[in-house]
Nanobody, 121 residues
Framework: QVQLVESGGGLVQPGGSLRLSCAAS????????MGWYRQAPGKQRELVAS???????NYADSVKGRFTISRDNAKNTVYLQMNSLKPEDTAVYYC???????????????WGQGTQVTVSS
């Protein structure tokens, strides 16, 4: 089993910053990519940012220039530095890992339990 443990969410004022962390543990043979998704009330879950094992990154247009994703491969940990936060960034943020638990298994997605980020004055 793969476990993803997120931390770093909370309440912040507009313009503020937060840093999310997600540590993966368990039986992991290989990781293709890790990333962050978010879901606001009444909306669908959307990709925020992702990073491959090779370091290639992808960002939602709404967060480009404000959020930075990074990864520590040795620790199987992914980070999301969020700056210049806006009220519309308020959502539950979910960590995602796409990978395999052994050499014969197909790649699949694993999800964390989610962490609440609230941007409000």
């Amino acid at each position: 089993q793969v476990q993803l443990v997120e931390s770093g969410g909370g309440l912040v004022q507009p313009g503020g910053s937060l840093r999310l962390s997600c540590a993966a543990s368990g039986i992991i043979f290989s990781i293709s990519a890790m990333g962050w998704y978010r879901q606001a009330p009444g909306k669908q879950r959307e990709l925020v940012a992702s990073i491959t094992s090779g370091g290639s990154t992808n960002y939602a247009d709404s967060v480009k220039g404000r959020f930075t994703i990074s990864r520590d491969n040795a620790k199987n940990t992914v980070y999301l530095q969020m700056n210049s936060l806006k009220p519309e960034d308020t959502a539950v943020y979910y960590c995602n890992l796409n990978g395999r638990i052994n050499q014969w298994s197909p790649s699949r997605d694993y999800w964390g339990q989610g962490t609440q980020v609230t941007v409000s004055s």
